[in-house]
């Protein structure tokens, strides 16, 4: 809808503009933004996009000393060159410059990757209280655990499952589903092998076999873990 507004951090990297400092260049983020979107969904800090604080140079520019604060960037360098900072540094000023535009859908591409433990841990004290929708693709899989609540699994053939659990509930329920198939995968050969002994006997013996094998019926085993899957092929 027109009240959507995206927000993308890409594992990839960003270009910055040569010659800005680090303030500047998060200043000049907001006066870039188009059309604004309403600003009550744009997570309540009184500067969302649209809001009059964010319509003066001095509201822009208090948004982005708010946020250079959450994220712990020290005052000292905000007005350094971007071209000067680290490789880390120019990783959460890539974060800041999704987040400062307060995006209400976000989209992390690998986040962790190349921050410090002090940035991780402000994201995540970020994402608890973000009012919106965050969609993560990590590796990490303890940032994962923290601050998400419902995973998709791609598990081939065009199969999407989502579950709605954390990533380690998530991972004892596929080792204990992968270990109740290869025993259902066992019984099924056992009964397969006696169906093979049994096949030169008497007619009424084939009959018994198959009231044995509809004996076991995988499918209407009992969940093995409440995180449990839905879904299917898109």
């Not at 591409?109 to 929708?133: M, R, W």
């Not at 995973?151 to 596929?174: A, K, V």
Request: aromatic content about 10%; hydrophobic content about 35%; some cysteine.
């Amino acid at each position: 809808g027109q009240t959507v507004r995206f927000g993308y951090y890409s594992q990839s990297g960003l270009d910055f503009p040569p010659n800005t400092r680090l303030f500047d260049f998060l200043v000049s983020e907001l006066s870039d933004l188009g059309t604004p979107a309403d600003a009550s969904s744009q997570g309540g800090s009184g500067f969302g996009v649209g809001s009059p604080a964010m319509s003066s140079l001095e509201g822009r520019q208090e948004r982005v000393r708010v946020l250079l604060n959450k994220f712990q960037f020290p005052s000292t360098r905000w007005y350094d060159y971007v071209d000067r900072l680290s490789g880390g540094e120019k990783r959460r000023l890539q974060l800041l410059s999704v987040l400062v535009k307060e995006p209400n859908f976000l989209l992390l591409d690998e986040p962790t990757n190349d921050l410090d433990l002090a940035t991780i841990s402000a994201l995540e004290d970020f994402l608890e209280t973000f009012p919106g929708v965050v969609v993560i693709a990590s590796h990490d899989r303890a940032f994962v655990d923290r601050t998400t609540d419902t995973l998709f699994s791609f598990e081939g053939d065009g199969i999407i499952r989502r579950y709605d659990c954390s990533f380690d509930e998530f991972m004892d329920y596929f080792r204990e589903k992968q270990k109740m198939e290869k025993e259902a995968d066992r019984k099924d050969s056992k009964r397969a092998a006696r169906h093979s002994e049994t096949s030169t006997a008497p007619a009424a013996a084939p009959a018994a076999a198959a009231a044995t094998a509809g004996a076991y019926c995988p499918a209407a085993s009992t969940a093995v873990s409440p995180c449990k899957g839905r879904g299917g092929s898109f």
